[in-house]
């Protein structure tokens, strides 16, 4: 289990926690040849769990999340729009 707390303000396009549901999880686990626990491309994700199995998790500074990340696949969604991003 993991707990994420953003330090400030995180909407879609300042990287939010992303995570694929068990039902993608599972497929996608199944389409990548149990390669589940590598590090996995953001385009060989996108090839085999559809869009519609995407969970993205965003919220004001100091939004805490709770993740079991050993059972589902996750990532964080790259930043475009933060001043980090910028940099």
């Keep these: 289990m993991k707990v994420i707390v953003y330090l400030s303000d995180v909407d879609d396009g300042s990287g ?3 995570y694929w549901d068990r039902v993608g999880t599972e497929r996608g686990i199944r389409a990548l040849n149990g390669r ?3 590090f996995l491309p953001d ?3 996108r090839e ?3 869009q519609k199995h995407w969970r993205q998790l965003t919220g004001p500074r100091l939004t805490a999340i709770h993740a079991n990340t ?3 696949l996750h990532g964080v969604k ?3 729009t933060s001043q980090t991003a910028i940099q």
């Design 16 to 18: 939010p926690f992303e």
């Design 36 to 38: 589940g626990s590598d």
């Design 43 to 45: 385009a060989s994700v």
């Design 48 to 50: 085999v769990i559809p």
């Design 70 to 72: 050993c059972r589902i």
């Design 78 to 80: 790259t930043p475009i």
